[in-house]
């Protein structure tokens, strides 16, 4: 039986463009559950040099509130001034 994920597309706001993104990244990995898992994470340039990180996270369907547990949970991240879900989809593997 294939377990039942959805895959959340987050834009993920560093406090400043002086933030190490390399330790962002393993910050945010390290702050997740088991149950969410990081398939890729990108940096994207927003503006003048600011960057900011382009997270795909799976996540059991059936998480309890959602995304918003996601969003508060990398939200926590020491370094993380904002995040944004832009999508989510139903993710089989």
């Known amino acids: 039986m294939k377990e039942k994920l959805v895959m959340v597309?987050?834009?993920i706001f560093p406090e400043s463009?002086?933030?190490?993104?390399?330790?962002?990244k393993r910050n945010i990995a390290s702050?997740?559950?088991?149950?969410m898992n990081i398939k890729k994470i990108v940096e994207e340039e927003l503006a003048y040099g600011y960057r900011v990180?382009?997270?795909?996270?799976?996540?059991?369907?059936?998480t309890e509130g959602g995304?918003?547990?996601?969003?508060?949970?990398?939200s926590?991240?020491?370094?993380?001034?904002?995040?944004?879900?832009?999508?989510?989809?139903?993710?089989?593997?």
């Open 9 to 11: 597309q987050l834009k």
């Open 17 to 24: 463009n002086e933030i190490n993104l390399e330790d962002l």
């Open 31 to 35: 702050a997740l559950p088991e149950t």
């Open 53 to 62: 990180l382009k997270a795909f996270i799976t996540m059991p369907e059936e």
């Open 67 to 74: 995304t918003t547990k996601l969003e508060e949970i990398i």
């Open 76 to 93: 926590s991240v020491n370094g993380v001034t904002q995040v944004d879900v832009e999508l989510v989809w139903r993710y089989e593997f």
